[in-house]
């Protein structure tokens, strides 16, 4: 385990946060405050202590590459919430979001170019990670997969897909165990759905304020987490919780893209496609995996085998047509998630 990271704890409760990256500034800094070049990094929630670190190690490598000095500035939130802030205005000069289809919506607002999941390795996913449960030390409801959730005396913590991208991984897992379960019969899969958020307390905007719900605020007996998430909870509170991997789960891709339209006019386009592009490099993959998120280049991966259940029957947005027909499915309004929350 890696040192308690404190400020953790100390943002739970920050529903959207702005937050500074060394190397010439801080959040309130500007390009022509002195500090050189500011970018700005427009994230889903529990990326921050991840970027926190990442901005740290860029700036040093870009001083190193090109002599600049450059300021990275990062914003956390849900990730549709994140994207449609990006589309009602605000700057980013790249995002970092929880699913493709969050940035396909603001590439169908004109700031990105088409093509932007080809522009970098592995769909433009530089690392990975998938849904499991968070519970209590000593797992009291005795929750071991899907079916447990749905239990009357099971209380469910989990965010809003219809603002977390989170979210919409939770419930596409779920999805996905009980139509193998039933056969595919989508009538019965529609009625554990329903059962399964009859029992959730709170839908949090995003999973970051989820965690805070269950962790901080001690409601629930279980959250459905990212699998980052839930290590994160686990190391700032030894000895307090447990991880339970459910028997199918989902390959979770967070997306990076350079916001052209921003980049272009802040004159940063540069910068921001080398931001992303370090992502890939070995020492980012291993940042990654230290802040528990699965490293996309296999090789490294494989050097937090003992870290991460790599034998996980995890299914894929393939597996629902991609994300134009899963959006459309399940989350557009008045789609399937709509249907099953309103009964």
């Given at each position: 385990?890696k040192?308690?990271?404190?400020?953790?704890?100390?943002?739970?409760?920050?529903?959207?946060?702005?937050?500074?990256?060394?190397?010439?500034?801080?959040?309130?800094?500007?390009?022509?405050?002195?500090?050189?070049?500011?970018?700005?990094?427009v994230s889903?929630?529990?990326?921050?202590?991840?970027?926190?670190?990442?901005?740290?190690?860029?700036?040093?490598?870009?001083?190193?590459?090109?002599?600049?000095?450059?300021?990275?500035?990062?914003?956390?939130?849900?990730?549709?919430?994140?994207?449609?802030?990006?589309m009602?205005?605000?700057?980013?000069?790249?995002?970092?979001?929880?699913l493709?289809?969050?940035?396909t919506?603001?590439?169908?607002?004109?700031?990105?170019?088409?093509?932007?999941?080809?522009?970098?390795?592995?769909?433009?996913?530089?690392?990975?990670?998938?849904?499991?449960?968070?519970?209590?030390?000593?797992?009291?409801?005795?929750?071991?997969?899907?079916?447990?959730?749905?239990?009357?005396?099971?209380?469910?913590?989990?965010?809003?897909?219809?603002?977390?991208?989170?979210?919409?991984?939770?419930?596409?897992?779920?999805?996905?165990?009980?139509?193998?379960?039933?056969?595919?019969?989508?009538?019965?899969?529609?009625?554990?759905?329903?059962?399964?958020?009859?029992?959730?307390?709170?839908?949090?905007?995003?999973?970051?304020?989820?965690?805070?719900?269950?962790?901080?605020?001690?409601?629930?007996?279980?959250?459905?987490?990212?699998?980052?998430?839930?290590?994160?909870?686990?190391?700032?509170?030894?000895?307090?919780?447990?991880?339970?991997?459910?028997?199918?789960?989902?390959?979770?891709?967070?997306?990076?893209?350079?916001?052209?339209?921003?980049?272009?006019?802040?004159?940063?386009?540069?910068?921001?496609?080398?931001?992303?592009?370090?992502?890939y490099?070995?020492?980012?993959?291993?940042?990654?995996?230290?802040?528990?998120?699965?490293?996309?280049?296999?090789e490294?991966?494989q050097?937090?085998?003992?870290?991460?259940?790599l034998?996980?029957?995890?299914?894929?947005?393939?597996?629902?047509?991609?994300?134009?027909?899963?959006?459309?499915?399940?989350?557009?309004?008045g789609?399937?998630?709509?249907?099953?929350?309103?009964?």
């Open positions: 385990m040192k308690k990271r404190v400020v953790f704890i100390l943002i739970l409760t920050i529903a959207v946060s702005v937050l500074g990256a060394g190397c010439g500034g801080n959040a309130d800094s500007t390009s022509d405050g002195g500090t050189g070049t500011e970018i700005l990094n889903y929630d529990p990326t921050r202590e991840f970027y926190a670190k990442y901005n740290e190690q860029f700036c040093e490598y870009w001083k190193k590459e090109s002599g600049q000095e450059i300021t990275v500035t990062q914003s956390h939130g849900g990730s549709g919430s994140q994207a449609r802030s990006v009602e205005g605000n700057e980013a000069d790249v995002v970092t979001l929880a493709a289809h969050d940035i919506a603001i590439e169908n607002a004109g700031l990105i170019d088409s093509g932007w999941i080809d522009e970098f390795d592995c769909d433009s996913s530089p690392y990975t990670s998938t849904i499991v449960f968070l519970v209590r030390k000593g797992n009291e409801k005795n929750i071991r997969d899907w079916d447990d959730l749905i239990a009357k005396d099971v209380e469910v913590i989990t965010p809003n897909p219809k603002t977390s991208g989170g979210a919409c991984w939770n419930f596409l897992a779920a999805w996905a165990y009980w139509q193998e379960k039933d056969g595919e019969n989508e009538e019965e899969t529609r009625e554990y759905l329903r059962k399964l958020y009859k029992n959730v307390l709170v839908l949090d905007s995003g999973a970051r304020g989820a965690t805070n719900t269950f962790v901080e605020n001690g409601q629930g007996d279980v959250l459905i987490a990212w699998e980052n998430e839930a290590y994160l909870s686990m190391e700032a509170y030894p000895d307090q919780y447990e991880i339970v991997t459910p028997s199918i789960s989902i390959l979770a891709q967070p997306s990076v893209a350079v916001v052209d339209q921003n980049a272009e006019e802040h004159q940063t386009t540069e910068i921001a496609e080398a931001y992303l592009q370090y992502l490099s070995d020492e980012a993959q291993r940042l990654a995996g230290e802040h528990y998120y699965r490293p996309s280049k296999e490294i991966l050097e937090f085998s003992e870290q991460f259940d034998n996980m029957n995890l299914v894929t947005i393939d597996d629902f047509g991609g994300w134009d027909q899963a959006y459309e499915t399940f989350f557009d309004d789609a399937v998630f709509d249907q099953i929350y309103a009964e």
